[in-house]
């Protein structure tokens, strides 16, 4: 300590020196920044107390780079969770945060693991009684092995409770990943049900307009009828050379715009007529109700399901197979007006035919020949099903419908 020759070499074995003290007239002990030494006649005899002194100051160690490890783990999940905050700037988002998330539940087990196995360590040490030599007292006065272990353990519980407070960290953070699914998913379904109405009026507008193309072709196909008639007959296919006609053609043709009239009249008519069958068959469009009632539960029969389909007017039947699943449809016409409200409506049913699973069944209904609601479409289409023995009464309550009122 007072610089001497051998400072050296000391500081080769113990790093810099910051304490010493003279255990007998003969003995001594040097505490470096990198261990310690005991030198005298009698060091031999302080083994068992220094070796203890050690294993402690190597738990210490431990614990102080636990330490340093708890704040690691502590910015990387404040990290994930800023992460989730600010969710729109990355799309991969959900699979990043789960990652992490797995990493810290993995490091956090551990961590709670060596808190344990150091607990143990500390609780079953054998602590060395007071020597009864002077040197031996002087030793463990100076290395206060006592005091030393208590602040170990008191380290340890302080550790324990910061990994406690990350488990709940880690929790919360679970949380927030699973509002974050949830989130992404309501989003990706508003999306969906946006697309899926805009499809819808695509669709209901090409329908409109093939009615209207119908009409068209079928004007042109008369048109087309006439005009082979005129170059096969000529004259004949005329009545303007029959005498009975002359007489008729002649009062229009010899009044003043009378025959222009008479065609605008016409006109008038036919398109009149036209019109008015494609307003009829767009009153049908708009006036339909469609009810849909998810299921995804396993049949309770699908013998019984077998059957009740074979009772029905089946109009079309669709089947899918992929590779572990199979997806069929089918649609068809109820019979029964009376049972209905005074419409027979058109259904379909979706299922799995090698499993066995039915998906969803959907009722197209005209609100403007029958007189059932949604909600009384739904317990009518329930009720049949249950009393075919295709679902269970519990099934049934437990359904999810969805009523789209096409307007």
Not at 217 to 232: E, G, H, S, Y
Not at 246 to 261: I, T
Not at 356 to 364: D, I, K, P, Q
């Amino acid at each position: 300590m007072d610089r001497g020759p051998c400072e050296n070499e000391l500081k080769q074995c113990l790093g810099e020196t910051r304490f010493s003290y003279d255990i007998s007239e003969e003995d001594v002990i040097i505490f470096g920044t990198h261990g310690i030494m005991l030198g005298g006649s009698t060091a031999r005899n302080h083994e068992i107390t220094l070796y203890v002194y050690l294993g402690l100051v190597s738990k210490d160690l431990f614990v102080q780079n636990f330490f340093g490890r708890c704040f690691l783990l502590q910015d990387h999940m404040l990290d994930t969770r800023k992460m989730m905050e600010n969710q729109s700037e990355d799309p991969n988002i959900i699979q990043i945060v789960r990652k992490r998330l797995a990493n810290d539940s993995k490091d956090i087990i551990a961590m709670m693991e060596m808190l344990n196995y150091m607990k143990e360590s500390i609780d079953c040490m054998t602590m060395p009684t007071m020597p009864s030599d002077p040197s031996g007292r002087k030793l463990y006065e100076v290395l206060d092995i006592g005091q030393t272990r208590h602040e170990l353990n008191r380290r340890v519980v302080d550790l324990a409770k910061n990994t406690v407070t990350m488990q709940e960290e880690l929790k919360v953070l679970n949380h927030m990943c699973k509002c974050l699914v949830s989130e992404r998913g309501m989003a990706l379904r508003r999306e969906l049900q946006k697309n899926t109405g805009e499809i819808r009026t695509v669709v209901n507008s090409n329908y409109a307009n093939q009615q209207s193309l119908d009409l068209i072709q079928a004007v042109l196909c008369t048109l087309l009828a006439f005009c082979i008639m005129d170059r096969f007959s000529g004259t004949v296919w005329s009545a303007t050379n029959r005498d009975w006609a002359a007489s008729l053609v002649e009062s229009l043709l010899s009044s003043a715009f009378m025959y222009l009239f008479v065609s605008l009249a016409a006109w008038f008519v036919i398109a009149f007529l036209a019109l008015r069958n494609l307003k009829r068959k767009h009153f049908e469009l708009v006036n339909t109700t469609t009810m849909k009632i998810q299921f995804d539960e396993k049949m309770n029969n699908h013998n019984a399901f077998n059957i009740w389909i074979m009772k029905k007017n089946i109009i079309v039947q669709e089947t899918n197979w992929e590779s572990d699943f199979n997806i069929s449809k089918v649609v068809w016409l109820e019979d029964a007006a009376a049972s209905w409200g005074g419409h027979a409506p058109r259904c379909e049913a979706i299922y799995d035919s090698d499993h066995w699973y039915l998906n969803s069944v959907t009722v197209h209904y005209k609100r403007s020949e029958g007189k059932l609601t949604p909600a009384e479409l739904r317990a009518r289409v329930l009720d049949e099903l249950r009393e075919n023995h295709i679902i269970a009464s519990a099934v049934g309550l437990a359904a999810e419908e969805e009523d789209e009122e096409k307007q």
